[in-house]
């Protein structure tokens, strides 16, 4: 795997006391870094054969449409409420302090493959809840793949499927 944490800026106590923030903008500056993480990401995505990418509001976006370009397949939107038109599905998930939610058009997703993309996976909330939309569509969700993941919360251990991290951190 590349290395990209010389592009990934932490700030101590941002957005609150005591949480350290991985900043990707520094990353997505960079055309050589962006370069970089979208070979990564193809790389090690391809092997699973995907038919979709769907990426998550909305970092998530940055990404899923490079790859999902890259290997010819198709990109899905996971939304926050109220962004999308048309037939929605919504579920609702738990966060740290509070819960949110997510939606998504309804497609014939029924046995298609589908790799969820996102910059982040902490505790696992949001990714969960973007693969409960889709299997609740009949998508076999075979993976999913983030920028960083925060080894030390364990949001992989929610999620059932192999995870693909281009950088990790314990802490």
């Known amino acids: 795997m590349a290395d990209l944490h010389k592009w990934i800026k932490s700030y101590p106590d941002f957005p609150s006391k005591g949480i350290l923030f991985r900043d990707i903008s520094p990353l997505l500056a960079e055309p050589e870094a962006l370069k970089l993480l979208k070979e990564s990401f193809t790389k090690a995505i391809k092997p699973l054969s ?29 939304r926050k409420p109220n962004k999308l038109p048309g037939d929605l599905i919504e579920k609702s998930y738990e966060l740290e302090y509070g819960s949110s939610s997510l939606s998504m058009q309804k497609n014939d997703l029924r046995g298609k493959s589908v790799v969820i993309i996102d910059d982040l996976l902490a505790t696992g909330g949001s990714m969960k809840c973007a693969k409960d939309l889709l299997e609740s569509q009949e998508a076999k969700v075979i993976g999913g793949a983030v920028v960083i993941e925060l080894k030390s919360l364990k949001g992989s251990s929610k999620l059932e499927m192999p995870i693909i991290s281009l950088v990790s951190y314990e802490d």
């Open 50 to 78: 995907p038919k979709y990418i769907a990426g998550i509001d909305a970092r998530g976006f940055l990404f899923c449409t490079l790859v999902a370009e890259s290997l010819g397949v198709g990109a899905l939107m996971i």
